[in-house]
């Protein structure tokens, strides 16, 4: 079950969070749509590389990222999305395009929109196409310990 790591870390941590399971949904706007959470507060995970390292970075669904203020923000010298295909097996327990966006699980820098960390509470995949974790966006950021930057523009 792919959200068991992601649970035992929570549940060791004393996080109080909700699953929400729904249809099987590939996209973020599709998955928010699915699960009746507004794209704002849908967290999607990108994997990125940033000089060389692997690394995620996480937006509301209804943003992309802007590789060039990525860039800017990060202080890199190169940026670069990863494909599916190229980071798989680092998310093992994860079904491709679902991982939660726990980069620390995994050994991997997070950066965080800023209008993400704005919210309240924040909703992601749990590792499957078919369930998301709703949890408080201070706790994230507590357990996480990201890096807050501006670096999307809005999907038109």
């Known amino acids: 079950m792919p959200i068991r790591k992601l649970r035992e870390f929570l549940d060791a941590h004393g996080v109080r969070y909700v699953s929400l399971r729904h249809s099987p949904a590939f996209t973020a706007q599709e998955i928010a749509a699915a699960a009746h959470i507004p794209g704002q507060e849908l967290a999607k995970t990108v994997v990125v590389e940033i000089d060389g390292r692997t690394a995620l970075v996480v937006l509301p669904a209804t943003q992309r990222v802007d590789l060039g203020e990525l860039r800017d923000v990060t202080g890199a010298r190169a940026i670069a999305l990863v494909d599916e295909a190229t980071f798989r097996d680092r998310f093992p327990d994860c079904e491709a395009g679902a991982m939660p966006p726990f980069g620390n699980l995994y050994g991997m820098e997070v950066v965080v929109s800023d209008t993400l960390a ?12 078919a369930e998301l974790v709703r949890m408080k966006y201070d706790d994230f950021a507590r357990l996480v310990r990201p890096r807050v930057a501006r670096f999307t523009e809005r999907v038109r």
């Open 118 to 129: 704005e919210d309240d509470e924040i909703a992601f995949n749990a590792g499957s196409h």
